[in-house]
């Protein structure tokens, strides 16, 4: 199993920006993916940032320039970064872990972010 905590969310202005943090803990060996989506109230989950172990990066076409993934390996965390932050960005995030041998699919309890003035 592997444990998915995430951290930083919170409630900020139009143009203003967020970290969020999600550690990972368990059996976390062989996570090849990483990564933050997002569920707006009566939408679907859709992905908003992926980073796999070797360092490939996908981001939605809505958060391109605005937001950046990264990940700390020797302290099993990944982040994303909002800048530029809109109202359309209010959502539960949560964070994504994907591994291989064994296969596994883990998410986070999610974190609310609220961009409003």
């Known amino acids: 199993q592997v444990q998915l905590v995430e951290f930083g969310g919170g409630l900020v202005q139009p143009g203003g920006s967020l970290r969020l943090s999600c550690a990972a803990s368990?059996?976390?060996?062989?996570?090849?993916?990483m990564g933050w989506y997002r569920q707006a109230p009566g939408k679907q989950r859709e992905l908003v940032a992926t980073?796999?172990?070797?360092?490939?990066?996908n981001y939605a076409d809505s958060v391109k320039g605005r937001f950046t993934i990264s990940r700390d390996n020797a302290k099993n965390t990944v982040y994303l970064q909002m800048n530029s932050l809109k109202s359309e960005d209010t959502a539960v995030y949560y964070c994504?872990?994907?591994?291989?041998?064994?296969?596994?699919?883990?998410w986070g309890q999610g974190t609310q972010v609220t961009v409003s003035s």
């Open positions: 368990g059996s976390i060996f062989n996570i090849y993916a």
């Open positions: 994504r872990a994907q591994r291989i041998l064994p296969a596994g699919d883990y």
């Open positions: 980073i796999t172990s070797n360092g490939n990066l």
